[in-house]
């Protein structure tokens, strides 16, 4: 089955080829993104305390590397962060291990948060309907679109970022097609 956009967005880049590493674990687009906050530090002592669920102090070094090399953030000498070339894409229909590891980690990560916040630090909502196949590729695009508008409200929006928040928009069949044997 295709994958819809991780990222989407005004100025997205799409990463391809060796980027795909950043996608491997959860926390490197997590750390890329508590960057953007006033008080974020080149500490990974600080970043792994500060990321849900806690990782360890070397997956902190080993995430602020691999957004080095790939040029996601640069840090200058006087330490402080630049996050670079805006926000990154992943082409909206793509397979890959890389991808389909992300996801699972993602919804593995969204389990546990059932239990893990309270009702006010999160946020579930689930339909279960019934649709013709025939639907399925403009419920793709309306997904598609959402998260977009999602998206591009959060990178536009005038307020300093305080959180890192995961949103996950999907749908998966609960049922065989009809006439499937």
Known sequence: MNESPLLVGIGAQ?????????LSRWYCPAIRELA????????????RKQL???ITKTQAQEALQILQDLD???IHDDGRIENREGSFATPKQVQGLAV???HQEMLNLAKD???RFSPEERHFLAL??????????DLKTQLNDMATRLFDLCETTKSDPEQ???VQLHFFPLSKPKDTP
Do not use: A
């Not at 953007?36 to 970043?47: A, E």
């Not at 279960?128 to 590729?137: F, G, K, M, R, Y």
């Open 14 to 22: 799409r990463i391809e080829g060796e980027s795909y590493r950043y």
């Open 36 to 47: 953007h906050r006033s008080d974020f530090r080149i500490d990974p002592d600080w970043i």
């Open 52 to 54: 849900r669920p806690v």
């Open 72 to 74: 996601m953030i640069l």
């Open 100 to 102: 389909h590891n992300y």
């Open 113 to 115: 948060g059932i239990g």
């Open 128 to 137: 279960t309907v019934h649709v013709p196949q025939s639907l399925l590729p």
């Open 164 to 166: 890192v928040v995961q």
